[in-house]
């Protein structure tokens, strides 16, 4: 193909959405594609200002997803869409996703996929009929350390697999019910949309595929016990699973989202013949590895140490997490605002606020104190006033 | 101003660059701004190598700083660059920062700004008299939580400010001249191009930085003693300084780049008289607040009790580290390899590495797990064959 | 009663043994009670040394705790055992438990406090019938911090309980099947001593106990999974549990002593309508609190805040670990074994082994600090030579 | 010597005192040594309870330390004191530790040991003429994993000695002034009996004897800056120092009793040319070791992979903080209190405190969860009721 970013289209993910600009940011990371169309809302006032949030082309944001997979399909091929992103609640998945698959487009999908395992098996049909690729966004299969989880286990490092314990606590439930929340309740509450599984389906296949992911291992049978303590409308909000994996080894899965204080509280213990591994979501730039006889090693995402395929899977080194690039970001949005400000007629003296981003003031006080400090140093350290 | 992504150019960072691509990444984050001209690396072939990468108009790809300053600023406006990113060693900043100022662009430059004082004070006068921005990437000003710690000192949360103790501690000096790194020494050990500080200049600063953006302490006088243990060249790799601040509080700083098994290690520690805070870069989105009757507070990024600046710089909510972002792109980097390679004639089903990226048959899984849960959890909660 | 120390008597114990020198440690904390008779092992040499080594009278050392329940019970009262401690293995509790409450003797015995549940039902009457008192140490309940756990959810700071998850994951199975450990298999892995469980009735009544400590709960049905991965015997050494409680709060525990690496890693989650609490028993003097809103709190042995149920069972101020207490018993053993050698005729000049623990020179060099740092602080913070 | 425990008598530390208890937990731990005289206060009615508490023969508890020392040299061989413990406020410690050298006794003293270099030689000298011991209790030293550093070190394990951070923050200043703790400000603020430093002689010179017991390393020249925030009266709340010592390592030395929240934060990193070393107090049980190449290992007290020293200060295995033997010990006097309420005429079933300890009650559901748990696994893992 010729040299050039991908083409992306959205669906879902308007303006107030919360996980439509994640993929919006990781999609353009890498400068690699870039979000060219899209149906952002099924509110049309908030589609238009969403695609004039990204400059798009009026042309190419549309207001119903169908249109959109026809006009767009077709468009010449140097100016059609390679992919399309969905980001809308759970019962318009199987629909949208098919549709774009069949005009041809590759999809990338939330999970979970479809609303029940007839649909999701139906999608798989229809995107290996079309030759098309299909990503479903379990995203903490992304990060290094999960990565170099997997190999060890892969290479053995752990021997053989005995017992998997995973957790996904959450506590959005009672926060959005009782607490701070109250008011975002959403739809994930409504069966109609969100399905007949809450949590289940919500986060208990992220830890499943993530159990899956690093150890390859297979759910052979299971018994599980399913809770509705507050959701209501019989939608489960804590679910706990014992897992026999084919092959002997065991398991326990919680997922809850009813526990009052739990962020986003998902870990994965993996215990061998040789070795375990922890990890967790919340500090995910660590990885944990005890051994027999009961010595800790911390591997940290960036270490020399670490398997190609988790260090190709980092963008800064060691001591850095990843979110850093955020902290980096936000300097560049307060820097952006200024210059947009001084673009729209206003001095830059005349009223940045001060602390928007680190000026060439902070490089003065900076240099005052380098030298401030060699001088104090090479003066037999005796105290010296700090140069202005 | 018109609706459109501001216009950068970058100077160094070209491809097998450490800090460029993070400056890429975040500066069209947010999808306001994109690299369109650069002058990457002395080495021609790297800059053509870097320009088509980012897929840009081979016209913008210059060899010479100066003459992308010349062009550029020759450039009509509806074209013409909004601002420069600079990201060479430090000896080149003042005249690179200088040209492209005085051309009329907005300058965003690595620290250090400059070698000396006098040229970071010049610069000032520099952009001053061009009205021009400047902004120094001092980046962990950018992260939710500094900006929470500066919100509570500001609203006096935690009364008068007595003491300050900040670490910055690193060990890539051992790491690069007798460990793992060996090889990768760079120009940081060359007085010519580093300037006439190591450690200070490099990281001292940021911690002196960060104590100010907190608690816009000023510091009056230091004692300062800094040893050359490893670095050679009279190039100091420790620094430890006794800190006074104008009005009374007093401060430790301890910074060194040679202490073996340190990453990144910037943890700043703020006691007043009701509340102390610390806060640790290697785990940025947690704040600990200590109070005068030892009850600890925990407050993560996010969190509904958050000052409004602190909330306005994440990118996800609370449990979700900022960094599980790079984790998405990473499976839109496979995702694109798979279809570039498609792209390239290749059926998906011919070759696609397995666990490439979460596909369709995750989503089979997941479905299949889902309702095998379910399934188990209303039938008195039996073992249940998984589904398949 | 008079004013004096208990009077207790050891069955088991003997040097050598792991758990008869912590119960002696603990039962003489206070200066409350004493070991004053024991029969402590089946080896008589080994009984003999023990006794020695508690500095015994020989009369009161037996080598059949048949004969020692006679003898002690026929004692004038004033000389008579108070209660005794069994720390034998399991398949004996039953046993001598029953003799020494048939003779009139408290009674103190380590879990599981028989092999059935029949035995366990036939001491609670043989206690009864006897009026005799009968502690199970079930120690992790003699925890500050747990203690206040029990009090918040009593005083129902944390709501309604909903759920309460409890690990207890062990690694010595395989640290000593395959590990260092190899080699102290001993009689746990032995079914005619042990019992019929391993792990369960190891470390799992360890987990019921606590949840019932702190909750109150009472289980109304479970569902098990229990797998023998190394031990052997038909022994399990690895078990999961779903748990119904009465009124409908839910429970995971998860038992077992064959996960690589771990040590004793107790941890129990519990979580209500309002508020969760997370205690690790390998960090124990900290409580984390987590609220509805997502605020975290650690509270800390000691603290001002905490419920005078907890306060009172703390032995040091917050930040001094109880553990303290050892470290000062180690100094204090160095120093008895500088008088005891001094005593038997050698001089302390001649050869106490420098470290051994801090003296009079430690003393004087403290003090040159002292002095030192003064003088420099007084003398406008110049560099100053130690004194000495 | 006989075989007996030694005869220790006390100084200070009548009922209420908070580190006199923990001395006479500590010195009696191990079964080798027994308060059996003291002179507890000046408060001639605290020193008879206090005696009385300990059991102690009315004739050997005095109301002056001089007359103790007198009596108590005149006595026989054997019965006399063995060593004294002196547990009293700093200014009375040289005048208490001179007279009972000179009568004969071995002493143990709090630190620190005297109010001036002066004294601290003094008494460094009467112990050498009398050929006594003189401990000071630089308690930290004690620590498993405090020996595993020290034998680290002296091991050459972290290679030549380069910087060391040394970190003592507390916060009971404040706490005791506006705090919580109003009210037991104490004779730490009274230069009278304190001396001239509150924090340097309180906690820095715990710092400094711990970089100097790890390491060995002797301070040649040092630069302070020391501050009087809120203690009044010319003391010292909080210092930092600079250090260099002898050989070239260079250290900072953070001392503060005025930290808001701040409980006991001993922290000490050493870092060598190969390894650096981290170990806090507050969580004793660790030690973080990191390497050239950035790999952490993390050694718990009680692992295979220790040193001699390390383990042979340790009373419970991995996993099993020794504070552990306390929580024990509340289990154990919860029983004594029932013991000796049923002594004096109470039966057991009337009114013992539910809870108080575990009790044969816990035994039998103990069995009962056992007994369920091996049914519902042996049943093809069905819901079974709990037993009863």
Redesign the interface.
């Known amino acids: 193909?010729e040299?050039?970013?991908?083409r992306a289209g959205m669906i879902g993910g308007g303006i107030g959405a919360?996980i439509g600009?994640?993929?919006?940011?990781?999609?353009?990371?890498?400068?690699?594609?870039e979000?060219v169309a899209g149906a952002f809302s099924r509110d049309s006032k908030k589609t238009e200002a969403s695609g004039?949030?990204?400059?798009l082309d009026p042309q190419r944001v549309y207001h119903d997803y169908r249109a959109m997979a026809e006009r767009e399909a077709a468009l010449p091929e140097d100016r059609r869409l390679?992919?399309v992103v969905i980001v809308t609640p759970n019962s318009t998945h199987f629909e949208i996703a098919s549709t774009f698959l069949q005009h041809g487009f590759?999809v990338?999908?939330d999970?979970?996929?479809?609303l029940?395992?007839e649909?999701?098996?139906s999608?798989?049909s229809i995107?290996?009929e079309n030759?098309?690729?299909?990503?479903?966004?379990?995203?903490?299969?992304?990060?290094p350390m999960?990565k170099q989880a997997?190999q060890m286990v892969r290479n053995g490092e752990?021997?053989d697999i005995?017992?998997v314990?995973v957790?996904y606590?959450?506590?959005w439930v009672?926060?959005r019910l009782?607490?701070?929340?109250k008011g975002e309740k959403g739809w994930k509450f409504d069966p109609k949309v969100s399905g007949?599984?809450l949590t289940?389906?919500d986060i208990?296949?992220h830890a499943?595929?993530l159990v899956?992911?690093i150890t390859a291992l297979?759910?052979?049978?299971?018994?599980?016990?399913?809770?509705s303590?507050?959701a209501g409308h019989g939608l489960?909000d804590?679910?706990?699973?014992?897992i026999?994996f084919r092959g002997g080894s065991?398991g326990?899965l919680?997922a809850?989202q009813?526990?009052?204080?739990?962020?986003?509280?998902l870990v994965i213990?993996i215990?061998?013949?040789?070795?375990?591994l922890i990890w967790k979501?919340?500090?995910?730039?660590e990885l944990l590895?005890?051994?027999?006889?009961?010595?800790?090693?911390?591997?940290?995402k960036?270490?020399?140490?670490l398997y190609e395929e988790a260090n190709a899977?980092?963008?800064?080194?060691?001591?850095?997490?990843?979110?850093?690039?955020?902290?980096?970001?936000?300097?560049?949005?307060a820097?952006?605002q200024?210059?947009?400000r001084?673009?729209?007629g206003e001095?830059?003296?005349g009223g940045?606020p001060s602390?928007d981003?680190?000026?060439?003031?902070?490089?003065?006080?900076?240099?005052?104190?380098?030298?401030?400090?060699?001088q104090?140093?090479a003066s037999?350290?005796?105290?010296?006033?700090?140069?202005a």
Chains 1, 2, 3, 4 share one sequence.
């Open positions: 193909m040299n050039r970013k991908l919360f600009p994640v993929h919006r940011m990781a999609l353009e990371l890498d400068h690699s594609a979000i004039a949030r990204l400059y390679d992919f590759h990338v999908c999970k979970p996929v479809a029940t395992l649909e999701a098996k999608l798989q995107a290996s030759s098309r690729l299909f990503m479903i966004t379990h995203a903490y299969t992304g990060y999960v997997r752990l021997g005995l017992k314990v957790d606590l959450q506590g009672p926060f009782q607490g701070a929340g007949k599984s289940i389906a208990g296949i499943e595929n899956h992911y297979e759910i052979e049978e299971l018994c599980a016990d399913t809770t303590f507050l489960e804590d679910g706990s699973v014992l026999r065991k326990v919680s809850s009813t526990l009052a204080g739990e962020h986003n509280g213990r215990y061998g013949t040789k070795k375990g979501q919340e500090q995910p730039e590895v005890r051994d027999l006889n009961r010595i800790d090693t911390v591997l940290h960036g270490g020399p140490d899977a980092k963008r800064l080194p060691s001591g850095h997490p990843d979110g850093l690039i955020v902290a980096f970001a936000n300097l560049y949005r820097f952006y200024s210059i947009r001084q673009q729209g001095e830059p003296s940045i602390g981003f680190p000026n060439i003031a902070d490089g003065v006080r900076g240099m005052a104190f380098v030298e401030t400090v060699l104090s140093a037999e350290k005796k105290w010296i006033k700090m140069k």
